[in-house]
């Protein structure tokens, strides 16, 4: 395809994502503070750039994949990046950020003439390297429509609203999926205390109405593995809870569950650290049982 992307933020789902553009035959310039990311970059075939800002210049589509609201707005502030941005520039924020603040951001960077599309994933580093992804595209039609190929290389791409829904709903999922983490975590351990096989328990929650994305993905890949090498940290996971309690909470819908599981997680990340991967809360709670 005739279109250049730039690729901001080449962390754990950055760098995987860039790879597939470049494979679908995306030139494709990227950007991160850390050397060893850039790197990485470059052995997938991509350029690595010095700064965001020659990252961003003569692109036609700026990608970032980035920890949070407050990096994209200061990445999206810096002069040096809004004046290398080539009129008629696309920015997709693809990092699960904040809808309201993304709301905000796309209203000032439209005052520059900037283009902006929310698209936060699902799927994990699993869905990245495969292409998979689960993509939820928050803009105009036409601006979803603009950006529906490049997308389309990532996973599949669903437009669910205007500009701030896909970071509405990407917080909404991972509320759901960290809350039943949890619940599926007690009730395995639970199961374990009166004699049942983990295993044999997870199965039944498979074929019954039990089951989520952490009895059918992460406890049989993560958990009874003993890796907890899902490529998605426990601080990021807390973020994504926070924002959408907040987000309840200020629309008058509060979720008295959602909070709980925040108090029980952030016990968790206070322990473990920000930085151990997610799946970590399920030894954590086996340990700490009282928690
Ligand atoms: P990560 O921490 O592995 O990567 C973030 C990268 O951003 C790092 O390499 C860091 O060096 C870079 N960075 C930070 N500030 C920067 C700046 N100012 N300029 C350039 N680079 C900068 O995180 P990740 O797991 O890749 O997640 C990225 C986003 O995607 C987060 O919002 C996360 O919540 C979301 N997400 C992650 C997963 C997952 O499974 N890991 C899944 C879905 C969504």
């Not at 790879?19 to 991509?46: K, M, N, P, Q």
């Not at 896909?166 to 374990?192: C, P």
């Not at 090498?229 to 924002?243: A, E, P, T, V, Y």
């Not at 925040?262 to 990340?269: G, I, P």
Request: net charge negative; charged share 20%; glycine share 12%.
């Amino acid at each position: 395809p005739d279109t250049s992307v730039s690729f901001i933020g080449l962390g754990n789902m950055g760098n995987p994502m860039a790879s597939r553009l470049v494979a679908a035959g995306y030139r494709v310039t990227g950007f991160d503070l850390a050397e060893s990311a850039r790197d990485t970059l470059a052995e997938s075939g991509g350029t690595p750039a010095t700064s965001a800002a020659d990252a961003v210049a003569g692109s036609d589509v700026v990608i970032l994949m980035l920890p949070n609201s407050s990096v994209v707005e200061a990445v999206l502030s810096d002069e040096s990046v809004l004046s290398a941005l080539a009129a008629g520039a696309i920015v997709v924020d693809m990092s699960s950020s904040e809808p309201l603040r993304s709301r905000a951001l796309a209203q000032r960077l439209a005052a520059d003439g900037i283009r902006f599309v929310d698209a936060p994933v699902s799927g994990g580093v699993t869905g990245a390297r495969a292409g998979s992804l689960t993509i939820m595209v928050g803009g105009s039609t036409d601006d979803a429509a603009a950006v529906e190929g490049v997308l389309s290389a990532l996973g599949r791409p669903t437009r669910v609203g205007e500009v701030g829904a896909g970071h509405a709903a990407k917080a909404l999922n991972n509320l759901l999926s960290a809350t039943h983490l949890w619940a599926t975590s007690e009730a395995v351990l639970a199961g374990e205390r009166f004699g049942l096989d983990p295993a044999v328990l997870l199965g039944v929650f498979n074929s019954s109405s039990g089951r989520s994305g952490s009895t059918e993905n992460k406890w049989p890949n993560f958990v009874l593995t003993d890796s907890y090498d899902s490529g998605f940290g426990l601080g990021l996971m807390l973020k994504d809870m926070r924002i959408a309690v907040d987000l309840a909470e200020e629309l008058g819908a509060p979720s008295v569950l959602g909070r709980t599981a925040v108090e029980r997680w952030q016990r968790a990340s206070d322990s473990l650290g920000q930085g151990a991967d997610h799946t970590e809360v399920a030894r954590w709670l086996r340990q700490n049982p009282l928690q």
